[in-house]
Structures are given as structure tokens and as C-alpha cells.
């Protein structure tokens, strides 16, 4: 009777190490199963897609901004190595323009709303319009002309050399035109001037990234921005 005992015991005992694998196998597969799936969602739902060069171009060299030293109203000369330590948009234009700085600025205004809601005060864009008018346009008046379109906006310009200095090398460029209104007033401070539109983006090491080409479309503009950041 004993002996039939312990052959029974060894029976079980033998049977429970293939069904501990088995188990163990089981679980194994299902976590497994589930991590792949989670893989899987995660890559058809990534938000981080190659942004089009069409909205947004990244610079390849990374070239840092030229140190030139400006003027902002209210705190005199401003370096742009003063731009260290947080992200900028540089937009080049002037007050007197008629039509397209106001829509740019505009798109900034919106685009800036729109990032308010998206990231934390830290990592917002200081917004940065340079007046390249510096004989119609004082430091006051491009500050007061940025801050038409939003208070966290700030304006300053230069003399002409240190504007022409922080331009060219980022691939701003403008021209006067000449007035052809005959019925103008004739005067050297009626002008318009064309310029460049293209919105530049700063990294807080003082570095030039990449830039926004016209046209801008703010909500497009703020989504790029958030993913770049990031």
C-alpha cells in the first residue's frame, strides 16, 4: 500500500514541472504580446513626424547669431548674446511697411495664443521684431509696434551697419524702393522697403536652428515650434 503511495506522489510530482513551464510560458507570451502592441500603437500614433521643409527649415550648421549690439527702448544697448538662455523668433520688417509685417506679426500674435495653451511659460518664444528702418524708426517706436500686436512682443533696431552685420550672414536682406507716387510728397522719409519674411528660431545657446518661409500659417507654426522644442 505504501509503495503504491509513492508511486502515486512521484506521478504528480512529475506532472507539475510541465505545467509550471507551460504556465510560465503563458504569462511570458502575454507580456510579450503586450508589449509589442503597446510598440506597435505607440509607433501608429507618434506625433513627432519629420516636420515638412515647407513650414519649417532646419539649419544644418547651426551657425550662432552674430554678436551685434542694438537698441531696445527703455534699457538702452542689447546685445544679441542678451538672447541666451531662452528661445527666440527674430522677424526683420519695419513700421511704416503696409501690409505684410502686419499680417506676419499677426501670425506670431496667434501663434504665440496658441502655444500658451500648449507648453509651459519656461519654453514660450521671446518674439523679437527688428526694425530695419532705424532713420523713421526709434528704439520707442519699435517697441510700441511690437507691442500693438502683443505685450510679450519686444521691437529694437540698430544703425544701419549692425542691422546690415546681423542680416546678412542669416540671409535677411532688404532694399528701399523708390516712391513712384507722383503725387507724393517729395521727401527722403517717404519710402517703402522689401525685405525678407522668413521667421527665424533661436535655441537658448544663442544659435540659429531654422527658420519659418513664408507663408505662415500660425497654427501649423505652433505645432512645428512644440515639437522642436521637445
Known amino acids: ?69 542694438l ?16 528661445w527666440h523668433l527674430l522677424y526683420f520688417g519695419y513700421t511704416f511697411c503696409p501690409d505684410v509685417c502686419p ?21 514660450l518664444p521671446q ?14 517706436r519699435a517697441m510700441e509696434y511690437a507691442h500693438y500686436f502683443d505685450p510679450n512682443f519686444i521691437g529694437i533696431t540698430g544703425k544701419p551697419d549692425q542691422l546690415t552685420e546681423l542680416g546678412d550672414p542669416l540671409g535677411i536682406a532688404w532694399f528701399k524702393e523708390k516712391n513712384t507716387n507722383i503725387l507724393a510728397e517729395a521727401s527722403d522719409k517717404n519710402y517703402l522697403i522689401s525685405h525678407s519674411t522668413t521667421i527665424l528660431m533661436v535655441n537658448p545657446e544663442g544659435k540659429v536652428v531654422g527658420f519659418f518661409p513664408a507663408p505662415h500659417d500660425s497654427s501649423k507654426m505652433a505645432e512645428a515650434y512644440s515639437q522642436l522644442i521637445n
Not at 30 to 54: E, R
Not at 104 to 116: G, N, P, S
Open 127 to 140: 518674439v523679437v521684431f527688428i526694425s530695419i528702418d532705424p532713420k523713421r524708426d526709434s528704439p520707442k
Open 1 to 69: 500500500m505504501s509503495s503504491n503511495k509513492n508511486d502515486l506522489e512521484n506521478i504528480e510530482n512529475s506532472n507539475e514541472a510541465p505545467r509550471f513551464t507551460k504556465a510560465l510560458f503563458t504569462i511570458l507570451f502575454l507580456a510579450t504580446s503586450l508589449t509589442i502592441g503597446i510598440q506597435v500603437f505607440q509607433f501608429l500614433t507618434k506625433t513627432d513626424k519629420p516636420i515638412d521643409p515647407h513650414l519649417y527649415f532646419a539649419m544644418p550648421d547651426q551657425k550662432p547669431l552674430p554678436g551685434v549690439t
Open 71 to 86: 537698441e531696445m527702448a527703455g534699457k538702452g544697448n542689447i546685445s544679441t548674446q542678451d538672447f541666451k538662455g531662452k
Open 103 to 123: 499680417v506676419e506679426l499677426t501670425a506670431l500674435h496667434d501663434m504665440y495664443a496658441q502655444l500658451e495653451t500648449k507648453i509651459v511659460k519656461e519654453k
